[in-house]
């Protein structure tokens, strides 16, 4: 008995050992195979992060294949403008800029022209004076057109241009003719452009194509040489040809010469001071040469983000290209010897921001010659009454600008003249323009 409970027990005692054994031996392999699997997984996460880099590789290289071929020069070169984005065949820059712009007017009484011609209005009592009352006129050939140039930087210079077109040739008909055509060189200018003494950017705005009195469009030949002082201060100096179609009988000697000094503040306003000197001087039998010359200042004050007044000053004698609307530069007396003109004027106006897409201006012209000299005198003694003793012009517009390229404005204007002999002629007139810049 005692002999089968000791071998019961021993035979127990091995199995337990042996039971023992196996779950150890199976806790073991359990955890090898768990410590294999995170070795696959590790292995498995490295191999598929490999076939990434050689996908995205391979995605570069295609990209780079498919991509256009940029030749690039040894030197950096700069970048053009954004704004000049076609190219000549002489490899220069350009851009094609103008509007399209139709003009209407409804004369209720004044002269024959399209667009204004205060010097000119029939004088009161005069049979065109009916003739030209309540009468609607409409034209397109202020429409223009321009290109600008630029030749992409060649060492320290910069060389440019301009060449700008359109239809409002002789006496406003629809002529086609060259507004600007000039080169520029650094500092330089040759060629055709705004005289160094015109100041239009100090006009008040008009519907009008042709301003109004105190107001100058002159576009003559020149050279013109700019000093930038520096970024609120430049001064320009040019000699310009002084003939003009008002003086069919002038000689040319010497070239008209003229100054000018800018400055700009930082708050938007600005001044511009000017002077021009030219001989007078034609094929007239006698003595006739004299010095012409005229002085002129004219600015703007930014008042406030949506006021801005604007005005220009010019005392100018013995010329009549420098100022719209102005007499006959000189006449002659009966020893042929030249009589010049002379005359003061001013143009104020106050442009107002009514709402962003809404402006008004509310304007003023006022030309008064001489009326107390040589020149007056003769006119009295001719009876001449093309020529003014006073000048003076009103008016008020309404610009809507619905979107950024087109402008609709409305404009009515009053004007009177009177000559040397007081008679007096007016001009009332009511303006519309539709403009589409491109």
Known sequence: MIKNVQFYAKSTLTLSMLVLTSMTHAELSLQQQVDQLQQQVQALQELVQQQQKVYDQKLIEQKIATAPVLVESVTPQKAPSPALQHTTKGGAEFELYGNVRADMSYQMKGPSTMYNF??????EGAPKERENSDKFQSTLNATRFGFNFKTPQLGDHAIGGKVEMDFFGGAGRDTFRIRHAYMTYDQWLLGQTWSNFNAIEYFPETVDASLSVGGSLTRVPQIKYSVPVNPNLNLAFSLEDSKAETDPDAKLKLPSATGRVNYKFDNGSA????????????NHEGNDDFLAWGV???GKYQVSENTLVRFDYNHIKGDTK???WSNKAYVFDENNKMRANQFDAISVGLT??????IRSTL????????????FSQLVLAHDDETQNAELKE?????????????????????????????????????????????
């Open 118 to 123: 205060i010097s000119g209005v029939p004088l």
């Open 363 to 374: 304007g003023f012209g006022y030309m008064k010659a001489d009326d107390n000299n040589a």
């Open 322 to 324: 420098n100022l719209l």
């Open 352 to 357: 107002q921001k009514i709402t962003p897409k």
């Open 271 to 282: 001044l511009s001071g000017r002077a021009f000197v030219t001989q007078k001087a034609t």
């Open 394 to 438: 009103g008016w008020i517009n309404l610009f809507y600008n619905p979107v950024k390229p087109v402008n609709f404005g409305l404009e009515y204007m009053y004007g009177e003249r009177k000559t040397f002999n007081d008679k007096i002629g007016i001009d009332k007139r009511l303006n519309f323009t539709a403009i589409y810049d491109f």
């Open 296 to 298: 002129a200042l004219g």
